[in-house]
Antibody
Framework: QVQLQESGSGLVKPSQTLSLTCTVS??????????WSWIRQHPGEGLEWIGY???????YYNPSLKSRITMSVDTSKNQFSLKLSSVTAADTAVYYC????????????WGQGTLVTVSS | DIQMTQSPSSLSASVGDRVTITCRAS??????LNWYQQKPGKAPKLLIY???TLQSGVPSRFNGSGSGTDFTLTISSLQPEDFATYYC??????FGGGTKVES
C-alpha cells in the first residue's frame, strides 16, 4: 500500500519561500499512470489543488498560483517537492501531498497533511 | 473554469438515516466526478470515482450516481463513523465547497 509523508518547515516568514517534500513509500514514484500532487486546505475551509508533477518532471500548476509555484521530483529518493514563493498570511494552510490517478483524475492516496503557518 | 456547487453545505442526520448530497457542475463533466470523505484533522479519503465506482474497501452503503452536470452521493443507512465532511471533485481538479454531515 502506498504511503505519503509530508515534511518541511511549519513556520515561514512573509515574503519568503515555503518548501515541502513528500516522501512516497510502498510504491515507485516512477509509475506510468499517476501524477504526484499538492493540495492545500485553509483553516476551516475547503480543498484547493496546487499542482501536479509526473515522474519525468512534467508539471501542471493551478493557474491562480502558477507564478509562485515550483515543483520538482527526485526519483532516486522517491520524493517530490513544492516551493511556493512570496508567501503571505493567505498561504497559511494544511498542505497535503497526494497521488493522482489520471485515468479517473482521482486522488487515491493522501499524506496526513502538514500545517504551514505564515507569520513573522 | 468549471465550478462545482455542492448542496446542502451542512445537514443534520441520525444513525440509520438515508443521506443524499448533490454536486452540480457549471458545465458537463461526463462522469469525471469523484467523492471524498474527510474527518476532522484527517486527510480526505477517496470514496467514489468516475461518479459511481466504489473505491476498494469503501462500504457498499455509499452510492454515487449522475453524469453530465448533476451528481449525487447517497449513504443508504448512516453509521456513526460516517459523520464527516464530504467533497466532490471534477477532472479539472476543483472541489466542491463541502457538505458537513452532523448529528
Amino acid at each position: 500500500q502506498v504511503q505519503l509523508q509530508e515534511s518541511g518547515s511549519g513556520l515561514v516568514k512573509p515574503s519568503q519561500t515555503l518548501s515541502l517534500t513528500c516522501t512516497v513509500s510502498g510504491g515507485s514514484i516512477s509509475s506510468d499512470n499517476y501524477y504526484w500532487s499538492w493540495i492545500r486546505q485553509h483553516p476551516g475551509e475547503g480543498l484547493e489543488w496546487i499542482g501536479y508533477i509526473y515522474y519525468s518532471g512534467s508539471t501542471y500548476y493551478n493557474p491562480s498560483l502558477k507564478s509562485r509555484i515550483t515543483m520538482s521530483v527526485d526519483t532516486s529518493k522517491n520524493q517530490f517537492s513544492l516551493k511556493l514563493s512570496s508567501v503571505t498570511a493567505a498561504d497559511t494552510a494544511v498542505y497535503y501531498c497526494a497521488k493522482l490517478r489520471f485515468l479517473e483524475w482521482a486522488f487515491d492516496y493522501w499524506g496526513q497533511g502538514t500545517l504551514v503557518t505564515v507569520s513573522s | 473554469d468549471i465550478q462545482m456547487t455542492q448542496s446542502p453545505s451542512s445537514l443534520s442526520a441520525s444513525v440509520g438515516d438515508r443521506v443524499t448530497i448533490t454536486c452540480r457542475a457549471s458545465q458537463s463533466i461526463s462522469s469525471y466526478l469523484n467523492w471524498y470523505q474527510q474527518k476532522p484533522g484527517k486527510a480526505p479519503k477517496l470514496l467514489i470515482y468516475s461518479a459511481s465506482t466504489l473505491q476498494s474497501g469503501v462500504p457498499s452503503r455509499f452510492n454515487g450516481s449522475g453524469s453530465g452536470t448533476d451528481f449525487t452521493l447517497t449513504i443508504s443507512s448512516l453509521q456513526p463513523e460516517d459523520f464527516a465532511t464530504y467533497y466532490c471533485q471534477q477532472r479539472q481538479l476543483t472541489f466542491g465547497g463541502g457538505t458537513k454531515v452532523e448529528s
